[in-house]
């Protein structure tokens, strides 16, 4: 069975600084690997993904994540965040066997102006 | 595009009623998934339907969840005797086909008091 393991509940870092949300998966097949962000009030966005090829995936807003099979990890990283950052962020999985996608249980990210 | 339409946006419901959500997926997409979101479990997947056919509801609890999905234009998640514990926020997602980028709406904020 798929799951995802975020092990920081809560992250809080000064605007500007760099960002590394952690993220590991369970999956003993090929996995798909997603991020998703949550605004207050809102539903889920994806941020990025990958299925194969290039480990580092770029997304939207500079957001980046790395895909490191040996350790079964999928960390997204950011250069330098912005106040406008703040949201929960939610690593996923899912595969080409299954359109069952289970998601992390989130980090929620504060920036601190 | 109107995005997933998820209606109604709050449901007040006394204990032991009945409670209907309904999901309006984006055109065109064959995959339509129902989550719950609390704060102490985070996402939880209920179920999901592919081409408007129940694929997986490993998530449902048994006894008092049902979902269905009569065409492809809407999904609906019944919840009969209502319990405070089902309080949540109840999010759909569409996607247009296997393992692909999930589109959410923003969600039924359920209160069962």
């Known amino acids: 069975a798929q799951s995802v393991t975020q092990p920081d509940a809560r992250v809080t870092v000064s605007e500007g600084a760099s960002l590394q949300l952690r993220c590991k998966y369970s999956?003993?097949?090929?996995?798909?690997l997603f991020w998703y962000v949550q605004y207050p009030r809102q539903g889920l966005q994806l941020l990025l993904k990958?299925?194969?090829?290039?480990?580092v995936v770029q997304g939207v807003n500079g957001f980046e994540a790395e895909f490191i099979k040996s350790n079964s990890s999928f960390h997204l990283r950011k250069a330098s965040v912005h106040w406008s950052d703040s949201a929960v962020y939610f690593c996923?999985?899912?595969?080409?066997?299954?359109?069952?996608?289970?998601f992390g249980t989130g980090t929620r990210l504060q920036v601190l102006p | 595009n109107a995005g997933v339409i998820q209606t109604p946006r709050h449901k007040v419901t006394g204990k032991g009623q009945e409670a209907t959500l309904w999901c309006e997926p984006i055109?065109?997409?064959?995959?339509v998934f129902w989550y719950r979101q609390t704060i102490v479990q985070g996402l939880e997947f209920l179920t999901y339907?592919?081409?408007?056919?129940?694929?997986?509801d490993s998530g449902m609890p048994k006894e008092r969840f049902s979902a269905q999905m009569p065409n492809q234009s809407h999904s609906t998640l019944k919840i009969q005797s209502t319990q405070p514990q089902d309080s949540a926020v109840y999010l759909c997602?569409?996607?247009?086909?296997?393992?692909?980028?999930?589109?959410f709406g923003s969600g039924t904020r359920l209160t069962v008091l």
């Open positions: 339907f592919r081409n408007q056919a129940p694929i997986d």
């Open positions: 997602a569409s996607s247009f086909d296997n393992a692909e980028t999930l589109y």
């Open positions: 999956y003993s097949g090929t996995p798909y």
């Open positions: 996923a999985v899912s595969s080409s066997n299954t359109n069952k996608v289970v």
């Open positions: 990958y299925y194969s090829g290039d480990p």
């Open positions: 055109s065109g997409h064959s995959a």
